[in-house]
């Protein structure tokens, strides 16, 4: 009877110092209330409860990625779109955050998408695919300002996907294509004006010293006989001729 009162004893005392004893992590704080009323943050470490009359709430001080679903947005210039996003944020006060908000974790996300849509859907299609760090840091900028009375701060925003119309991805490659070939015509009638401005170049410094037509003659010449041809043209300048055509 003495030993079956003992293990009991025993028991007893093992339950209630497992209640009691609680041990945080260094990322990790416990939110205490006694009887309803708040003690505030203890850890990390080992802190003692008093089994029946202490509740404890714990919370984690770590980064948290939240996924933002993909939204619907309607852009200013009346294109449906569907945008995702990627939201990075963490609790910087644990008793804000349990007290002044009933689950941190959901209204950071419903808020998150909200300003998601309102933000993108301030905007033109070309600002929202050209100007995502803006955007960024703007939807950022936003959801830590409303999420500081809950002790939360949200540090990073990335817009993560833009979903587009089928028809309007036809429709943007299209577009891309007639700018590529503008651009190679651009080019090529570029390199055409130079090509003719050299070769206007090289003619005035020709006429400028008959001597240098020869010299080209010669050279002609020599290109002409290096190929494997079996007929020769020989060209003949016409200042051959003028002697004759003086006597005539």
């Given amino acids: 009877m003495l ?127 050209a100007e995502r760090d803006e955007i960024n840091t703007r939807i950022q900028s936003i959801l830590d300002k409303d999420t500081e009375p809950w002790g939360v701060k949200v540090s990073k925003v990335e817009v993560k996907e833009i979903d587009l119309p089928e028809e309007m991805r036809r429709a943007m490659a299209k577009q891309a294509e007639a700018e590529r070939e503008r651009r190679s015509k651009i080019i090529n009638a570029e390199g055409e004006f130079q090509a003719a401005q050299r070769l206007a170049d090289a003619a005035m410094v020709i006429s400028s010293a008959p001597s240098a037509l020869q010299l080209r003659y010669l050279q002609t010449l020599k290109d002409i006989a290096q190929e494997n041809n079996s007929t020769t043209v020989f060209p003949i300048p016409i200042d051959l001729f003028s002697v004759f055509l003086n006597k005539s």
């Fill in 3 to 129: 030993t079956f009162n003992f293990l009991t004893i025993l028991i007893l005392v093992a339950a209630f110092l497992a209640s009691s004893i609680k041990i945080m992590r260094e990322y990790e704080r416990a939110v205490v209330f006694r009887l309803g009323r708040l003690l505030g943050p203890k850890g990390p470490g080992l802190i003692i409860l008093i089994p029946g009359i202490d509740k404890m709430v714990r919370v984690d001080l770590r980064t948290v990625t939240l996924d933002v679903p993909p939204q619907d947005i309607i852009t200013r210039d009346n294109v449906s779109v569907k945008v995702s996003a990627v939201v990075y944020f963490r609790v910087l006060d644990p008793v804000k955050a349990i007290i002044d908000v009933e689950d941190f974790h959901f209204a950071t996300s419903q808020l998150a998408q909200t300003t998601l849509r309102s933000v993108c859907g301030q905007g033109e299609l070309d600002n929202l695919l």
